[in-house]
Each structure stands twice: as C-alpha cells, then as structure tokens.
C-alpha cells in the first residue's frame, strides 16, 4: 500500500516538473522583460562570439536599447506587417550599432550566426503549420 502510494506521488511530482519546465521553455525569451531578453542575447553573443568585457557592457546597452523600442512596438495596436517592418528597420540599426564595436571578424560570424538561427526559425514556423 504505501509503495503504491509512493509511486502514485512520484509519479505525480514528475509530471508537475515536466509541465512547468515545458511551459518555462514554451516562454522563452519572447514573453519575457526587455532586459532579461537583453542579457539573454548578450550572454548568447559574449559565448559565441567571444566577447571580452568592455564590448560585453557595450554590447548589452545597444541590446537592451533595442529590446525596449521593440518592446514598445509590439505593444501597439499596428498591424502585424507594420510592426515587422517597424521591427525590421530597428534590427538594422542595431547590426549598424553592433558592427561598431564588434571586430569585424566578430561582427560576420554574429551575421551568420543571426542568419542560421533565423533560419532555423523559419522551418520551425514551417513545420508547425503542416
């Protein structure tokens, strides 16, 4: 009796933790604060980009500048092509910023980096509406 018991609250415990840690992924950084979005691309770059830490603190204001303009685009009534386009024209200003105080051998792997995961985004929209 009390083993079935204990694997009845072990069984439970385990699938309360795989919920939670699906949902905490399910987030991600898109649901979360423009500086939490902000230090998660700057730890993102400072690793493989290899930063060291004076262009980190740069890195991480030009971050967060952006995450809050975007911030505050997403909260507008616009529409969806006006705020990708919106968004769009601050992601260039951004790279522009960026390539300033990235090397520029820094500055192209962080290109094709963004371009891979952009990709790779793309195929997982792809594959969500099959």
Known sequence: METSIFRFALVGTMFMITFASHNLQAQGPRHSSPEDRARWQTEWMKKELSL????????FDINLKYASKVEAIMRTDSSRYAKRRDVSVLMKAK????????????????????????????????????
């Not at 060291?52 to 890195?59: F, I």
């Not at 520029?104 to 963004?114: A, G, I, M, S, V």
Request: charged fraction near 40%; avoid cysteine.
């Open 95 to 130: 790279d522009s910023e960026l390539e300033k105080v990235l090397t520029p051998e820094q500055f192209k792997l962080y290109l094709q980096k963004k371009e891979a995961a952009q990709e790779k985004n793309r195929e997982q929209r792809h594959q969500r509406r099959l």
């Open 52 to 59: 060291d830490s004076a262009v980190v603190a740069k890195v």
